[in-house]
């Protein structure tokens, strides 16, 4: 019944949140805020695991292909599309989950505690509105992010290749180019776009309705983790059997 009633509960903030506007000269200095917070903050975090991956998933991939039958060229073909189709949006979003969806729990639930919520409520503003409205708008360019990733993670696999010696430069530009699809790219920001409004709203949800002091906001935010990573691995597989199976 506890999940039931947060499943409910949770569906009854987004409606709250799209009721009684705030001003706009006050929301965009909040969109702009929580962009810096939340996107601009976490381009190093993102840019640094994706290399590092793109370049162990090739010297892996190479690894293994070990039969001379078997074109050099695949590793090139085989890291592209682990890192376009799964890595950079979901792995990625997992990892968030952790940085960005921590920062919003902590943060919306220290504003309970601190009963500055309270305040905003006396003061006639809608508080769901004002405090979670403008993250997720803010992660709407979560997909910038999300594509830096991708980038740089075929670049690590590049510089693995070259500075390895797992194969030629010009058999993994190859295999990156082999049977290219467009519409994976697309799947993959599609992904991007869901995983990036359940980034914005569970982390809110519970750190807008924690109870307790300084301790309950430590539970709240590995709690919105938890589940904030156990949504995006049922929205993936869902997403992904609709658009790819």
């Known amino acids: 019944m506890v999940y039931l009633n947060n ?21 965009k200095k909040l969109i702009f805020k929580d962009i810096d917070d939340l996107i601009i903050g976490s381009l190093g975090i993102v840019a640094f695991i994706s290399f590092f991956v793109g370049g162990v998933v090739t010297i892996q991939t190479a690894l293994n292909i070990n039969n001379p039958l078997i074109p050099k060229y ?28 921590s920062f919003i729990t902590s943060s919306i639930g220290t504003m309970r505690v601190t009963e500055q919520i309270d305040a905003l409520e006396v003061m006639g503003i809608n508080s769901i509105n004002y405090l979670v409205l403008p993250k997720a708008i803010a992660l709407l ?91 995006i691995i049922l929205l993936n597989y869902i997403l992904t059997d609709m658009m790819l199976g």
């Open 7 to 27: 499943i409910g509960a949770y569906f009854l903030m987004i409606i709250e949140m799209f009721r009684k506007p705030t001003k706009w000269s006050v929301m």
């Open 74 to 101: 695949l590793v090139g073909f085989a890291t592209r599309q682990s890192i376009v189709l799964e890595f950079a949006p979901t792995f990625t979003s997992i990892i968030m989950a952790g940085k960005v969806g």
């Open 141 to 231: 360019l979560y997909p910038f992010a999300i594509a830096i990733g991708m980038f740089l993670g075929i670049l690590g696999g590049m510089a693995a290749c070259v500075f390895g010696g797992y194969t030629t430069l010009e058999d993994y530009v190859l295999g990156i180019q082999t049977d290219f699809q467009a519409f994976h790219v697309t799947y993959a920001f599609i992904k991007t776009f869901v995983f990036a409004f359940i980034l914005a709203t569970i982390p809110s949800f519970y750190g807008y309705y924690m109870k307790g002091g300084a301790l309950e906001v430590g539970k709240a935010s590995t709690t919105s983790f938890v589940w904030t990573s156990v949504v």
